[in-house]
């Protein structure tokens, strides 16, 4: 199945206002992606949209979001089940500060339904760094039993190894690299499953970075069994 | 003080620079969220963060320049972001330390 982990909506600051969860999910199906995840910047008020939208195109959804450490590394949080993403969210929010929303740099930051209805506009910058260590999102990741993913890890900005200079040990389900250095972070990480991800902000970058994964089932444990197996295949494949 | 006389500075490279424009102040960081919920208008952001991103950050602050210490690679698209911004980028081979002491001396700050 062709899995899709990291994606923006249009409720992220610096995502296209086209970017309703519908699009994502119609233009997701008409590429051949079965599992994918929902994924803005701290907040997942579009994940109910994203879950109808994903129902109605026949995707399996994962609810989730991009948080921003207090490091300022990007890491996903996803969840299959939007009960749990929606507590991840009040975690999140009660520690990301109120900056102003800067309308001259940044778009709206639009709540909508699964019809692109405008529910509500945030009105505070959901892109701002939250209070919370690395360590800490993993740790509440896990407690509430989603998968946790750093972000774009060799990225130039917002990336573990931006802000670190390495990755910290820790309880990962798998890593996100940049497009064209897979192979090299499989050699680096040999016991992790290393993916792309499209990290969609725009129309034409949905579905553009998907991977591979085996899935025996759609919930959480088989897609954290899957990635393992992604890592063991890695670790047998290399010479 | 304005962003000639940085320009000027022993050990310092110009990389972009346009308009003249009076630097009041400096801010030293290497967390983006910081400089843009703290750094002040018309200041000189000194940091090792050298990417499109921190143009941006600078923007919304109201930075007037960007000084890139330890030497850094500064992309060509940096330098883009920073010519449509109009916002001056310089780099040093100074660490942040050094070259936040450099411009406090310069500030008598």
């Not at chain 2, 919920?37 to 007037?64: D, F, K, R, S």
Request: glycine share 6%; aromatic share 6%; net charge negative.
């Amino acid at each position: 199945m062709l899995a899709d982990l990291h994606n923006h909506s249009c409720l992220s600051p610096c995502a296209s206002l086209e970017m309703s969860p519908d699009l994502i999910a119609q233009t997701a199906a008409a590429k051949g992606i079965g599992l994918i995840a929902l994924t803005d910047h701290n907040c997942t008020r579009n994940c109910p949209a994203f879950r109808d939208a994903c129902k109605r195109y026949g995707l399996t959804p994962l609810f989730g979001m991009e948080v921003t450490t207090v490091e300022e590394c990007h890491v996903l949080a996803l969840f299959d089940d939007l009960d749990t993403a929606m507590e991840m969210n009040r975690w999140v929010a009660a520690a990301q500060p109120r900056l102003p929303l800067n309308l001259d740099y940044y778009s709206d930051q639009p709540v909508v339904d699964a019809d692109d209805n405008i529910i509500e506009l945030l009105t505070y910058f959901l892109g701002q760094a939250t209070a919370h260590s690395i360590e800490a999102v993993g740790r509440q990741t896990r407690e509430l039993g989603g998968l946790f993913i750093p972000s774009h890890i060799n990225r130039h900005a917002f990336s573990v190894e931006s802000q670190l200079g390495f990755l910290p040990p820790g309880d990962y389900d798998a890593i996100e690299v940049m497009p064209g250095t897979v192979d090299a972070y499989r050699r680096r990480y040999p016991d992790l499953a290393v993916i792309t991800a499209s990290d969609a902000h725009c129309p034409e970058q949905i579905g553009t970075w998907p991977f591979h994964l085996h899935l025996e089932g759609h919930d959480i444990a088989s897609i954290r069994r899957g990635l393992r197996n992604l890592a063991l295949s890695h670790l047998l494949s290399i010479p | 003080m304005t962003l000639h006389d940085i320009a000027a500075f022993d050990d310092v490279e110009t990389l972009h620079f346009n308009t003249d424009l009076p630097v009041t102040g400096g801010y030293t960081s290497d967390l983006l969220s910081d400089v843009m919920a703290n750094a002040g208008e018309g200041c000189l952001l000194i940091t090792i963060q050298a990417h499109n991103n921190t143009v941006a950050v600078a923007a919304l602050a109201g930075a007037v320049g960007i000084l890139v210490c330890n030497n850094r690679p500064v992309p060509d698209d940096m330098i883009e972001s920073a010519r449509r911004e109009g916002i001056a980028v310089f780099r040093t081979s100074r660490n942040q330390f050094e070259a936040s002491c450099m411009l406090g001396n310069r500030l008598g700050a």
